[in-house]
Nanobody, 119 residues
């Protein structure tokens, strides 16, 4: 099994910054990628950013230039630095891990951390 624990959420004013962290534990071999998703009230969960084992990154258009994803392979942690936050960034942010299990990709999710940006 894989366990993911997020931290770093909170309340911040528009224009401010937050840094989210996610620690992975358990059977964390054969990781394909890790990343962050978010879900605002009444909306579908959406991709925010991902990072592969080779440190290739991908971002949603809405966060490009403002958010930065990074990872620490030794600690099995992934981070999301969020700058220039906007009220529309308000959501529950979920850590995501994708790994091979018996040759097939499987997804794992953290419980989520709330990010609230006030105007």
């Amino acid at each position: 099994q894989v366990q993911l624990v997020e931290s770093g959420g909170g309340l911040v004013q528009a224009g401010g910054s937050l840094r989210l962290s996610c620690a992975a534990s358990g059977n964390i071999v054969s990781i394909n990628l890790m990343g962050w998703y978010r879900q605002a009230p009444g909306k579908r969960r959406e991709l925010v950013a991902t990072i592969t084992r080779g440190d290739s990154t991908d971002y949603a258009d809405s966060v490009k230039g403002r958010f930065t994803i990074s990872g620490d392979n030794a600690k099995k942690e992934v981070y999301l630095q969020m700058n220039s936050l906007k009220p529309e960034d308000t959501a529950v942010y979920y850590c995501h891990l994708n790994k091979f299990v018996y040759g097939m990709l499987r997804d794992y999710w953290g419980p989520g951390t709330q990010v609230t940006v006030s105007s």
